[in-house]
Protein backbone atom coordinates (compact mmCIF):
# COMPACT_ATOMS: atom_id res chain seq x y z
CA UNK A 1 0.00 0.00 0.00
CA UNK A 2 1.27 3.40 -0.92
CA UNK A 3 2.32 5.20 2.18
CA UNK A 4 4.28 8.77 3.36
CA UNK A 5 6.59 8.59 5.92
CA UNK A 6 8.30 11.68 7.80
CA UNK A 7 10.09 10.10 10.44
CA UNK A 8 10.96 13.37 12.52
CA UNK A 9 7.99 14.17 14.67
CA UNK A 10 9.38 17.38 15.90
CA UNK A 11 12.72 19.19 15.21
CA UNK A 12 14.40 22.11 16.96
CA UNK A 13 16.56 24.44 14.94
CA UNK A 14 18.07 28.22 15.91
CA UNK A 15 17.15 30.82 14.01
CA UNK A 16 19.50 30.98 11.27
CA UNK A 17 20.53 27.59 10.83
CA UNK A 18 19.72 25.49 7.94
CA UNK A 19 16.94 22.91 7.95
CA UNK A 20 16.52 19.70 6.96
CA UNK A 21 12.74 17.91 6.93
CA UNK A 22 12.62 14.28 5.65
CA UNK A 23 10.44 13.01 3.79
CA UNK A 24 9.90 8.54 2.08
CA UNK A 25 7.10 7.12 0.15
CA UNK A 26 6.21 4.38 -0.60
CA UNK A 27 4.60 3.81 -4.36
CA UNK A 28 4.65 1.59 -7.03
CA UNK A 29 5.27 4.74 -10.11
CA UNK A 30 6.41 7.63 -10.25
CA UNK A 31 4.71 9.79 -7.67
CA UNK A 32 3.42 13.32 -7.84
CA UNK A 33 4.88 14.82 -4.39
CA UNK A 34 4.29 17.85 -2.07
CA UNK A 35 5.11 19.50 0.48
CA UNK A 36 2.74 21.76 2.32
CA UNK A 37 2.91 24.09 5.71
CA UNK A 38 -0.03 24.30 8.47
CA UNK A 39 0.73 26.99 10.79
CA UNK A 40 -2.15 26.76 14.09
CA UNK A 41 -5.45 26.22 13.77
CA UNK A 42 -5.21 27.00 9.85
CA UNK A 43 -5.29 24.95 6.26
CA UNK A 44 -2.35 23.84 4.58
CA UNK A 45 -0.06 26.19 2.22
CA UNK A 46 1.75 24.88 -0.94
CA UNK A 47 5.53 25.09 -0.64
CA UNK A 48 6.47 23.03 -3.25
CA UNK A 49 5.77 20.21 -5.58
CA UNK A 50 7.36 17.97 -8.53
CA UNK A 51 5.74 16.35 -10.84
CA UNK A 52 9.08 15.37 -13.43
CA UNK A 53 12.13 16.90 -14.92
CA UNK A 54 14.43 18.61 -12.46
CA UNK A 55 15.18 16.60 -9.34
CA UNK A 56 15.81 19.80 -7.25
CA UNK A 57 12.73 22.00 -6.98
CA UNK A 58 12.28 26.06 -5.63
CA UNK A 59 9.30 26.63 -3.92
CA UNK A 60 8.27 29.66 -1.81
CA UNK A 61 9.47 31.20 1.64
CA UNK A 62 13.35 29.96 0.29
CA UNK A 63 12.26 26.34 0.38
CA UNK A 64 13.85 23.75 -1.72
CA UNK A 65 13.03 20.07 -2.01
CA UNK A 66 15.16 17.15 -3.39
CA UNK A 67 13.61 13.92 -5.35
CA UNK A 68 15.80 11.26 -5.14
CA UNK A 69 14.35 8.07 -6.85
CA UNK A 70 16.99 5.50 -5.61
CA UNK A 71 16.00 6.76 -2.43
CA UNK A 72 12.32 7.02 -2.02
CA UNK A 73 12.75 10.49 -0.71
CA UNK A 74 11.59 13.97 -0.95
CA UNK A 75 13.61 16.02 1.56
CA UNK A 76 12.56 19.73 2.29
CA UNK A 77 15.59 22.11 2.95
CA UNK A 78 16.28 25.93 3.44
CA UNK A 79 19.34 27.00 4.34
CA UNK A 80 18.71 29.86 6.84
CA UNK A 81 15.68 29.38 8.80
CA UNK A 82 13.77 32.52 10.44
CA UNK A 83 11.26 31.97 13.30
CA UNK A 84 8.26 32.93 11.34
CA UNK A 85 8.96 29.04 9.66
CA UNK A 86 7.86 27.22 13.00
CA UNK A 87 5.06 25.53 11.68
CA UNK A 88 4.02 21.47 11.08
CA UNK A 89 5.27 20.42 7.46
CA UNK A 90 3.54 17.81 5.85
CA UNK A 91 5.00 15.77 2.75
CA UNK A 92 2.47 14.34 0.25
CA UNK A 93 2.05 11.74 -2.65
CA UNK A 94 -0.71 12.32 -5.26
CA UNK A 95 -2.11 8.99 -7.05
CA UNK A 96 -2.78 9.02 -10.57
CA UNK A 97 -6.46 8.79 -11.16
CA UNK A 98 -8.25 9.96 -8.49
CA UNK A 99 -5.44 12.60 -7.22
CA UNK A 100 -6.02 11.59 -3.96
CA UNK A 101 -3.44 12.76 -1.33
CA UNK A 102 -1.83 10.60 1.18
CA UNK A 103 -0.17 12.56 3.69
CA UNK A 104 3.06 11.69 6.12
CA UNK A 105 2.14 12.71 10.26
CA UNK A 106 3.97 15.97 9.92
CA UNK A 107 7.17 17.25 11.48
CA UNK A 108 6.54 20.28 13.86
CA UNK A 109 9.09 22.08 13.54
CA UNK A 110 10.16 24.77 16.48
CA UNK A 111 12.57 27.82 16.40
CA UNK A 112 14.83 28.94 18.86
CA UNK A 113 15.46 33.02 18.72
CA UNK B 1 -9.24 35.31 -7.57
CA UNK B 2 -11.01 34.08 -4.52
CA UNK B 3 -9.41 30.88 -2.76
CA UNK B 4 -10.84 27.94 -0.78
CA UNK B 5 -13.43 28.77 1.54
CA UNK B 6 -15.56 26.25 4.59
CA UNK B 7 -17.97 27.63 6.70
CA UNK B 8 -18.16 27.38 9.40
CA UNK B 9 -15.14 27.73 11.29
CA UNK B 10 -15.75 25.89 14.04
CA UNK B 11 -18.40 24.25 15.71
CA UNK B 12 -19.38 21.44 18.41
CA UNK B 13 -22.14 18.76 17.88
CA UNK B 14 -23.28 15.82 20.55
CA UNK B 15 -22.51 12.47 19.65
CA UNK B 16 -25.22 10.64 17.67
CA UNK B 17 -26.22 14.09 15.84
CA UNK B 18 -25.82 15.42 12.03
CA UNK B 19 -23.62 18.05 10.96
CA UNK B 20 -23.11 19.68 7.86
CA UNK B 21 -19.61 21.67 6.28
CA UNK B 22 -19.10 23.45 3.41
CA UNK B 23 -16.96 24.51 0.79
CA UNK B 24 -16.49 27.11 -1.82
CA UNK B 25 -14.13 25.59 -4.66
CA UNK B 26 -11.38 28.38 -5.75
CA UNK B 27 -12.43 30.17 -9.04
CA UNK B 28 -11.66 27.97 -11.99
CA UNK B 29 -11.73 24.87 -9.78
CA UNK B 30 -14.29 22.23 -10.51
CA UNK B 31 -12.58 19.03 -8.57
CA UNK B 32 -13.20 19.02 -4.32
CA UNK B 33 -11.50 16.95 -1.99
CA UNK B 34 -12.49 16.54 1.32
CA UNK B 35 -9.98 15.82 4.24
CA UNK B 36 -10.08 14.56 8.24
CA UNK B 37 -7.23 15.80 9.94
CA UNK B 38 -7.47 14.18 13.65
CA UNK B 39 -5.52 16.46 16.20
CA UNK B 40 -1.83 15.33 15.80
CA UNK B 41 -2.36 13.67 12.73
CA UNK B 42 -1.68 14.67 8.69
CA UNK B 43 -4.97 14.66 6.46
CA UNK B 44 -6.88 11.92 5.50
CA UNK B 45 -8.41 11.40 2.64
CA UNK B 46 -12.25 11.06 2.64
CA UNK B 47 -13.84 11.52 -1.07
CA UNK B 48 -13.41 13.80 -3.74
CA UNK B 49 -16.07 14.88 -6.08
CA UNK B 50 -16.19 15.94 -9.88
CA UNK B 51 -18.97 17.52 -11.77
CA UNK B 52 -21.16 16.44 -9.22
CA UNK B 53 -20.13 13.00 -9.29
CA UNK B 54 -18.11 10.69 -6.22
CA UNK B 55 -14.57 10.46 -7.92
CA UNK B 56 -12.99 8.16 -5.01
CA UNK B 57 -13.32 7.51 -1.67
CA UNK B 58 -10.88 6.09 1.46
CA UNK B 59 -11.44 4.41 4.00
CA UNK B 60 -14.81 6.47 5.43
CA UNK B 61 -17.95 4.60 7.05
CA UNK B 62 -21.39 5.73 4.31
CA UNK B 63 -22.36 8.23 7.83
CA UNK B 64 -19.62 10.20 5.88
CA UNK B 65 -21.37 11.46 2.58
CA UNK B 66 -21.21 14.67 0.47
CA UNK B 67 -22.64 16.65 -2.26
CA UNK B 68 -21.32 18.56 -4.51
CA UNK B 69 -23.49 21.55 -6.47
CA UNK B 70 -23.59 23.17 -9.83
CA UNK B 71 -21.56 25.83 -9.01
CA UNK B 72 -18.62 23.22 -7.43
CA UNK B 73 -19.31 24.68 -3.99
CA UNK B 74 -19.35 21.23 -2.06
CA UNK B 75 -20.97 20.14 1.23
CA UNK B 76 -19.58 17.24 3.91
CA UNK B 77 -22.39 15.50 5.54
CA UNK B 78 -21.89 13.39 8.69
CA UNK B 79 -24.07 11.53 10.35
CA UNK B 80 -24.41 9.57 13.81
CA UNK B 81 -21.79 11.43 14.60
CA UNK B 82 -19.04 9.83 17.39
CA UNK B 83 -16.16 10.93 19.55
CA UNK B 84 -13.95 10.10 17.27
CA UNK B 85 -15.08 12.56 14.33
CA UNK B 86 -13.80 15.41 16.00
CA UNK B 87 -11.22 16.99 13.87
CA UNK B 88 -9.97 19.63 11.57
CA UNK B 89 -11.59 18.70 8.07
CA UNK B 90 -10.31 20.42 4.95
CA UNK B 91 -11.94 20.90 2.08
CA UNK B 92 -9.57 21.26 -1.59
CA UNK B 93 -10.26 22.14 -4.89
CA UNK B 94 -7.92 21.54 -7.89
CA UNK B 95 -9.19 21.61 -11.35
CA UNK B 96 -8.55 18.17 -13.47
CA UNK B 97 -5.56 18.77 -15.63
CA UNK B 98 -3.79 20.31 -12.32
CA UNK B 99 -2.97 17.79 -9.39
CA UNK B 100 -2.32 20.29 -6.95
CA UNK B 101 -5.14 20.98 -4.78
CA UNK B 102 -5.37 24.21 -2.70
CA UNK B 103 -6.70 24.16 0.78
CA UNK B 104 -9.24 25.87 2.51
CA UNK B 105 -8.62 27.23 6.31
CA UNK B 106 -10.72 24.15 7.65
CA UNK B 107 -13.61 23.43 9.99
CA UNK B 108 -12.89 22.17 13.44
CA UNK B 109 -15.96 19.85 14.60
CA UNK B 110 -15.66 18.37 18.45
CA UNK B 111 -17.86 15.94 19.21
CA UNK B 112 -19.05 15.85 22.70
Known sequence: AQSVTQPDIHITVSEGASLELRCNYSYGATPYLFWYVQSPGQGLQLLLKYFSGDTLVQGIKGFEAEFKRSQSSFNLRKPSVHWSDAAEYFCAVALSGTYKYIFGTGTRLKVLA | ?112
Open chain 2, 1 to 112: ETGVTQSPTHLIKTRGQQVTLRCSSQSGHNTVSWYQQALGQGPQFIFQYYREEENGRGNFPPRFSGLQFPNYSSELNVNALELDDSALYLCASSSPEQVTQYFGPGTRLTVL
